[in-house]
Nanobody, 128 residues
Framework: QVQLVESGGGLVQAGGSLRLSCVVSGRTFSTYAMGWFRQAPGKEREYVAAISWSGDNTAYADSVKGRFTISRDNAKNTVFLQMNSLKPEDTAVYYC?????????????????????WGQGTQVTVSS
């Protein structure tokens, strides 16, 4: 059973930074494309960022482009989300997700339905 555990959330003032981590159990992390999503109260879960299994390809939602950076360390089974210049509208529960059917070192997806495994989420609250 694959498990994903996020950490690093918290309360931060607008303009501040946080770094989220997601540790994935199992031996096949290096073959998974990974993504970060978020869900604010009363809203749908939305795409934030994605990274290919090789780390060679990344992509971002327009709302976070230039402020957030996704990265991974395959030796540590961990994916990161560095969040800078945080805004109150970034407040949400952040989830990491794994896509086990990634084909090719460049494959990424922004579609939540493409992801097979999900973490429990970590709360990020940005005060104004």
């Amino acid at each position: 059973q694959v498990q994903l555990v996020e950490s690093g959330g918290g309360l931060v003032q607008a303009g501040g930074s946080l770094r989220l981590s997601c540790v994935v159990s199992g031996r096949t992390f290096s073959t998974y494309a990974m993504g970060w999503f978020r869900q604010a109260p009363g809203k749908e879960r939305e795409y934030v960022a994605a990274i290919s299994w090789s780390g060679d390809n990344t992509a971002y939602a327009d709302s976070v482009k230039g402020r957030f950076t996704i990265s991974r360390d395959n030796a540590k089974n961990t994916v990161f989300l560095q969040m800078n210049s945080l805004k109150p509208e970034d407040t949400a529960v952040y989830y990491c997700a794994a896509n086990r059917d990634a084909v090719g070192r460049w494959y990424i997806s922004s579609q939540k339905y493409d992801y097979d495994y999900w973490g429990q989420g970590t709360q990020v609250t940005v005060s104004s």
